[in-house]
């Protein structure tokens, strides 16, 4: 567990473990809930690769194999004594332009439910 304040700003970082040098991170989606694996009351952070929380910015690295951010501390889950981070990356190779890594944000449209 890490304590942390309301309005305090949070800074994380996740790193590649790995000999090859040619893998880099991308961190496709991060929520914050008040429950452990579970999307009820989830504060959202990042989705599909794109920003949904305002507070978050992310902090230039030279190695692929690391990411670094911050957010505000769970600006809308002020309510909650406990909240769970969950967060998934995705692990490229390096320079290759047709990877999830280099797609960044993606809108995904939702489809219309048939009758």
């Known amino acids: 567990p890490y ?6 700003d949070l800074f994380l970082e996740a790193s590649l473990r790995s000999p090859d040098p ?3 991170l991308f961190l496709h989606t991060c929520v ?3 429950r452990h694996n579970s999307a009820t009351g989830a504060h959202t952070i990042i989705e599909d690769g794109c920003i ?7 902090f230039y690295l030279p190695h692929r194999n690391t990411v670094r951010f911050k957010f505000n501390a769970f600006q809308s889950l002020r309510s909650n004594s406990v909240v769970y981070l969950q967060c ?7 320079f290759d332009y047709s990877s999830r890594c280099y797609q960044g944000c993606v ?3 939702k489809r219309e439910a048939s009758s």
């Open 88 to 94: 998934q990356l995705v692990v490229c190779r390096a």
């Open 52 to 58: 949904k929380d305002p507070t978050y910015a992310e």
């Open 32 to 34: 914050a809930s008040p």
């Open 22 to 24: 040619l893998l880099e």
């Open 107 to 109: 809108n995904r449209s």
């Open 3 to 8: 304590r942390v304040s309301i309005d305090q």
